[in-house]
């Protein structure tokens, strides 16, 4: 079964700075991994969607690549902002169907 | 844009009650999902449908049950609240099965 890691659970970074999120997962043959981004209290919302044929997507300030040999994914922000603070959860699909499987997420703090 | 709506943000009841959460989506999605988030677990699935009156089990049905009679609108249904359910109730819907799932605002849903 499907198990996604991130790690750390929580950070926090003075504004300008540049970061890395990390997703950890078990198992290699998924079918695509996808970054969203969660505000206190609110819904998800997708950032970016990579399918298993791709390394990277990017939007904006925000890259994410995959590396299925290794079952990782990592979502870089570019010159964080306060307005980025949230807590970014991933999420694999390991087939083409419903089952999508979340990490716990991490949760950022981008201090002014 | 998709608009996913969930009826009540937060909702407080007690031990035993039945408990309605209700989910509209307004872009002719096939697919609708519901899932519950604690601290720590992520997100996980408790029942989707992919067509009218069509259900199925996610990881974690049990004390729940759900109705789609409009294409529109997904029910989530608590027969007999208990304490254990306590959490935030999550509402999604995607076009096609493995596309990228749009989320409702949540539901906080406190049982006493």
């Known amino acids: 079964k499907q198990e996604v890691t991130q790690i750390p659970a929580a950070l926090s970074v003075p504004e300008g700075e540049n970061l890395v999120l990390n997703c950890s997962f078990t198992?290699?043959?998924?079918?695509?991994l996808q970054w969203f981004r969660q505000d206190p209290g609110k819904g998800l919302t997708s950032l970016l969607l990579?399918?298993?044929?791709?390394r990277e997507q990017t939007s904006g300030r925000l890259n994410a690549s995959l590396d299925k040999s290794s079952g990782r994914s990592t979502l870089y922000i570019a010159a964080s902002q306060p307005g980025d603070s949230a807590t970014y959860l991933c999420?694999?699909?390991?087939?083409?169907?419903?089952?999508?499987?979340f990490g716990a997420g991490t949760r950022l703090t981008v201090k002014p | 844009d998709v608009k996913v709506t969930q009826s009540s943000r937060y909702l407080v009841k007690r031990t035993g009650e039945k408990v309605f959460l209700e989910c509209v989506q307004d872009?002719?999605?096939?697919?609708m999902f519901w899932y519950r988030q604690d601290p720590g677990l992520g997100l996980r699935l408790i029942y989707f449908?992919?067509?009218?009156?069509?259900?199925e089990k996610g990881d974690i049905p049990e004390g729940y049950s759900v109705s789609r009679e409009k294409k529109e609108r997904f029910s989530l249904i608590l027969e007999s609240a208990s304490t254990n359910q306590t959490s935030m109730y999550l509402c999604?819907?995607?076009?096609?099965?493995?596309?990228?799932?749009?989320f409702g605002p949540g539901t906080r849903l406190t049982v006493l």
């Open positions: 999420a694999v699909r390991p087939g083409n169907n419903n089952d999508m499987r």
């Open positions: 872009m002719d999605h096939e697919n």
């Open positions: 198992d290699s043959a998924i079918y695509n």
């Open positions: 990579i399918q298993s044929s791709q």
């Open positions: 999604a819907s995607s076009l096609n099965i493995a596309d990228t799932q749009y």
């Open positions: 449908s992919y067509d009218v009156k069509m259900k």
